[in-house]
């Protein structure tokens, strides 16, 4: 029994996991403007999505996943983000110059997670979570970061808004 599943799952992330090779996956840091007041600044009005897990500990993190066999990486974010939050790549604008890869362990196997920026075209576009989430939250940065409970999910954020700072 134990080899079917060693074959039914060759190609697959776990299947990585299983024989400790580095599991990849992707996702995008979304965020959307809200209409600010006309003495603030644009950044005052950023907010993030986040997402909380339904299995584990119930983390909070923008859409990601695992990268499925023939498809790249960005190919992934946008796939994850439309199953995990409903969101398709035409409602997003993807951000030329931002990406960044996290390295951290995962029941004690190496994991790289890619994330690029996008940014909401309506910020009043619905969010429909798949059963993998059961909430979100579009918060403002000390909020995101706030939620995110991992150092290095809050430093990703931190620089984010650096970067869309720096583009006003």
Not at 19 to 34: D, E, N
Not at 44 to 53: P, R, V
Request: a negative charge.
């Amino acid at each position: 029994m134990l080899f079917l599943l060693d074959l039914l799952c060759f190609s697959t992330a776990l299947c990585a996991v299983k024989r400790g090779m580095a599991v990849r996956a992707c996702g995008l840091i979304i965020y959307r403007r809200l209409q600010s007041g006309p003495s603030s600044k644009v950044t005052d009005g950023i907010e993030y999505l986040l997402l909380q897990t339904s299995y584990g500990t119930h983390h909070w993190t923008p859409p990601k996943g695992h990268v499925d066999p023939g498809e790249d990486d960005l190919q992934t974010a946008f796939r994850e983000t439309q199953e995990e939050a409903g969101l398709q790549a035409s409602q997003l604008t993807l951000i030329e110059g931002y990406k960044k890869e996290l390295h951290y362990p995962v029941r004690g196997k190496p994991k790289t997670v890619t994330y690029w920026l996008a940014e909401m075209k309506d910020c009043n576009t619905e969010i429909k979570l798949s059963e993998e989430h059961q909430a979100f939250q579009w918060l403002r940065l000390e909020d995101a970061c706030r939620f995110a409970e991992y150092e290095d999910m809050q430093a990703m954020l931190k620089e984010v808004h650096q970067f869309l700072c720096s583009k006003e």
